[in-house]
């Protein structure tokens, strides 16, 4: 085996691995794109040679069929019924996003109501058992708590000044 066919098929293991500089990938390029490639190897050019042309298409197709994948008045495809289409799905996507969104919440909502069954609220004589109503008034609790707090803090730090 020759030096250089052995020196390519080592950077064409690093390379398949991932761990090629970009010097050595301008070699590998090189190579493939000359005249004197071991016959062992070709399969590599067309590879090569896509990857040198900074992969226009997907490897294999020739770059004057590229265009007819596109769509448009000049693909033969019409504009009208794919961007229709596509509005449809996104919207299914949404649609099936909130409502597993909404379904989620509906069952942590119920989740939390069992884990408080029988738990009450009273705030000026009045009994609240709606979890809702609850959470809120806990939230109001939890906000005005840190108030104080930090209220305590600031005198604190100003007695000791």
């Known amino acids: 085996m020759n030096m250089q066919k052995q020196y390519i098929e080592q950077l064409l293991d690093r390379f398949f691995d ?13 190579y493939f794109a000359g005249d ?14 896509w990857y040198a ?7 294999g197709v020739e770059l004057e069929e ?7 008045k000049k693909s033969g495809l019409p504009l009208k019924p794919v961007l229709w289409f ?3 799905a996104a919207t299914l996507a949404i649609l099936f996003t909130v409502g597993f969104n ?13 884990q408080h069954e029988g738990s009450y609220v009273m705030i000026d004589g009045v009994l609240y058992t709606d979890m809702e109503d609850i959470s809120e008034e806990i939230e109001f609790l939890r906000l005005e708590a840190e108030t104080i707090e ?3 803090n600031a005198e604190g730090r100003n007695l000791r000044m």
């Open 18 to 30: 991932g761990e090629t500089t970009r010097s050595e990938e301008k070699i590998l390029e090189e």
């Open 36 to 49: 004197n490639v071991d016959e062992t190897l070709m399969k590599y050019k067309p590879m090569f040679k």
């Open 53 to 59: 042309d900074g992969m226009p298409a997907e490897p």
């Open 66 to 72: 590229a265009p007819s994948m596109s769509i448009g």
């Open 86 to 88: 596509s509005s449809i």
């Open 102 to 114: 909404y379904n989620n919440s509906k069952i942590q909502r119920e989740m939390l109501a069992k």
């Open 150 to 152: 930090l209220e305590l």
